[in-house]
């Protein structure tokens, strides 16, 4: 069964650094998106992705963080100068489209600023 | 997106079924109830998804009330890997962009052997 790939599984970093976080949707899916989980905390939305645009973004996602989908098979989240709070589980997810609505999640990156 | 209540946490025996209640009272008519679950960690799962009829697949059952305000995912033979967090969600089905998946806290169900 197709399923969404996440790399690395666990990323440490020091505070300040630059991080590109890497996902590979479900192959003909249509839609892309980023989450993250603060340890112990709800899922929360970040970002949408689709027709190489973002079509929605949370308030989470501020200027320092950015996606792009390079080569029409990775998608990929960047967070310019990581902060301690940037510390959580990021998480990729894919829809196939418009007519089926279901997100089908990677199994996450631990990021872990220090 | 309409609000939804779910219980904190439920126990269940192995083997036995597993009734996961969600309310959601202010559920407008173009939304859709979706289930998905989280075991320790993981990514989100989907589950299932539903309008007004009630709908089974391989993993589970979801009964929607005829007013639509509450619903409940059927578990029929809770295992020890069902153990996870339940999410309730509902959400509007057409969005040109994409459909962000807003989580609740959920439902913690320990299935216990």
């Known amino acids: 069964e197709p399923e969404v790939t996440q790399t690395p599984s666990h990323q440490v970093t020091q505070m300040g650094q630059e991080v590109i976080l890497r996902c590979v949707p479900i192959?003909?899916?249509?839609?892309f998106y980023w989450y993250r989980q603060i340890l112990g905390q709800k899922v929360e939305f970040l970002v949408s992705?689709?027709?190489?645009?973002?079509?929605?973004k949370s308030e989470i996602f501020d200027d320092q963080f950015s996606v792009e989908r390079p080569d029409g098979s990775n998608f990929t989240l960047k967070i310019r100068s990581t902060k301690l709070e940037d510390s959580a589980m990021y998480f990729c997810?894919?829809?196939?489209?418009?007519?089926?609505?279901?997100?089908?999640f990677g199994p996450g990156t631990r990021l872990t600023v220090t | 997106d309409a609000k939804t209540t779910q219980p904190p946490s439920m126990d269940c025996a192995e083997g036995r079924a597993a009734n996961l209640p969600c309310n959601h009272s202010?559920?407008?008519?173009?939304?859709?109830v979706y289930w998905y679950r989280q075991i320790h960690s993981q990514g989100p799962q989907y589950i299932i998804h539903g309008l007004k009829n009630n709908e089974t697949n391989e993993m589970a059952s979801l009964i929607i009330t005829e007013d639509r305000k509450s619903s409940t995912l059927i578990l029929p033979h809770a295992t020890l890997r069902d153990t996870a967090v339940y999410y309730c969600i509902v959400r509007v089905a057409e969005y040109a962009g994409g459909f962000k998946t807003i989580f609740g806290a959920g439902t913690r169900l320990f299935v216990k052997a």
């Open positions: 997810a894919s829809s196939p489209g418009l007519s089926t609505y279901e997100q089908y």
């Open positions: 992705f689709y027709n190489n645009e973002i079509s929605e």
């Open positions: 192959s003909n899916h249509l839609y």
């Open positions: 202010t559920i407008s008519g173009n939304e859709y």
